[in-house]
């Protein structure tokens, strides 16, 4: 009698129990890093790298510093204009042209490092046109402090920090404003940029902006006053232009503003910021 041969029996799997249904939590929107490079910015940045890269090099660096480097020997009415390269041309584009010239790598890292946190926010709050115009002033600014105060030097300068210091100056009248990009209560990079700025006269009574005034002025005299050099390539500050940059943008700082400005507010919101 034959045994009875196996039968496999499917094993049925459990029923599959629907998991609850979980709310959608909301999306929060990611927040910009504030040091994000805005496009005007970007693009300064590159030129400063691309001129002293493809421009300065060995073979031309002494003719295109002196043509395009800001020598106040130049403006001697003594001197005849031919004596210099550019001619009289020289003398109106020099005013801005030297700014875009570097002496070396850390010339222009010591600048771009400045930049980063400032010329940021100041490029997305005025916008590439605006900025660019900006930078150019402060340049020229600078360049007029530095033919008040060396009115016969021969040596040239170049170097954008006079620009580099517009940018500073311009940035605190709104930078510790609350909700800006130097406060404690911050949003995006974008918002932080476009937070109503301070007067003239309010941001002279904010404590913070003293504080800032008194550490930058004190630290551009000690360094012109010990004729202190910059990097490996013994480059002089300048700090008569820097000066003459920062109050340019200090005191320029609202004819290129375009955010509309609510004093009481925005004294209010410092005020609340600093407590």
Same mark, same amino acid.
Do not use: C
């Given at each position: 009698m034959s045994r009875p041969s196996k039968v496999a029996v499917p094993v049925e799997?459990?029923?599959?129990?629907?998991?609850?249904? !979980? &709310?959608? $939590?909301?999306?929060?929107p990611a927040r910009e890093p504030l040091l994000h490079l805005p496009g005007a910015l970007t693009a300064y940045v590159l030129m400063l790298g691309i001129i002293h890269l493809r421009v300065? !090099? &060995?073979? $031309?660096?002494?003719?295109?510093?002196?043509?395009?480097?800001?020598?106040?020997?130049?403006?001697?009415?003594t001197l005849l204009a031919?004596?210099?390269p550019g001619g009289e041309g020289a003398k109106a584009w020099t005013f801005v042209t030297y700014s875009l010239l570097h002496a070396g790598i850390s010339h222009i890292g010591f600048n771009v490092l400045w930049l980063l946190p400032f010329g940021s926010a100041l490029a997305r709050r005025f916008g590439a046109l605006r900025f660019f115009v900006f930078m150019a002033v402060t340049a020229a600014a600078g360049a007029l402090a530095h033919l008040v105060t060396h009115e016969h030097a021969l040596e040239p300068m170049i170097g954008a920090s006079a620009s580099v210091s517009g940018t500073m100056a311009a940035a605190i009248r709104f930078a510790f404003v609350r909700g800006s990009f130097l406060s404690f209560s911050r949003g995006d990079a974008d918002a932080a940029a476009k937070v109503p700025a301070q007067t003239l006269r309010q941001a002279l009574r904010d404590r913070r902006v003293l504080a800032f005034l008194t550490i930058w002025f004190g630290v551009n005299i000690i360094f012109g006053m010990g004729s202190i050099a910059i990097g490996a390539e013994g480059v002089s500050v300048a700090w008569q232009a820097h000066i003459?940059?920062?109050l340019a943008g200090l005191l320029l700082f609202s004819l290129f503003d375009p955010v509309p400005r609510t004093p009481p507010d925005a004294a209010r919101a410092s005020l609340n910021d600093q407590a």
């Amino acid at each position: 009698m034959s045994r009875p041969s196996k039968v496999a029996v499917p094993v049925e799997s459990p029923p599959e129990i629907p998991s609850p249904i !979980s &709310p959608e $939590l909301p999306q929060v929107p990611a927040r910009e890093p504030l040091l994000h490079l805005p496009g005007a910015l970007t693009a300064y940045v590159l030129m400063l790298g691309i001129i002293h890269l493809r421009v300065l !090099s &060995p073979d $031309l660096e002494d003719w295109t510093v002196a043509v395009f480097g800001f020598i106040p020997r130049r403006y001697d009415p003594t001197l005849l204009a031919a004596g210099f390269p550019g001619g009289e041309g020289a003398k109106a584009w020099t005013f801005v042209t030297y700014s875009l010239l570097h002496a070396g790598i850390s010339h222009i890292g010591f600048n771009v490092l400045w930049l980063l946190p400032f010329g940021s926010a100041l490029a997305r709050r005025f916008g590439a046109l605006r900025f660019f115009v900006f930078m150019a002033v402060t340049a020229a600014a600078g360049a007029l402090a530095h033919l008040v105060t060396h009115e016969h030097a021969l040596e040239p300068m170049i170097g954008a920090s006079a620009s580099v210091s517009g940018t500073m100056a311009a940035a605190i009248r709104f930078a510790f404003v609350r909700g800006s990009f130097l406060s404690f209560s911050r949003g995006d990079a974008d918002a932080a940029a476009k937070v109503p700025a301070q007067t003239l006269r309010q941001a002279l009574r904010d404590r913070r902006v003293l504080a800032f005034l008194t550490i930058w002025f004190g630290v551009n005299i000690i360094f012109g006053m010990g004729s202190i050099a910059i990097g490996a390539e013994g480059v002089s500050v300048a700090w008569q232009a820097h000066i003459g940059g920062f109050l340019a943008g200090l005191l320029l700082f609202s004819l290129f503003d375009p955010v509309p400005r609510t004093p009481p507010d925005a004294a209010r919101a410092s005020l609340n910021d600093q407590a």
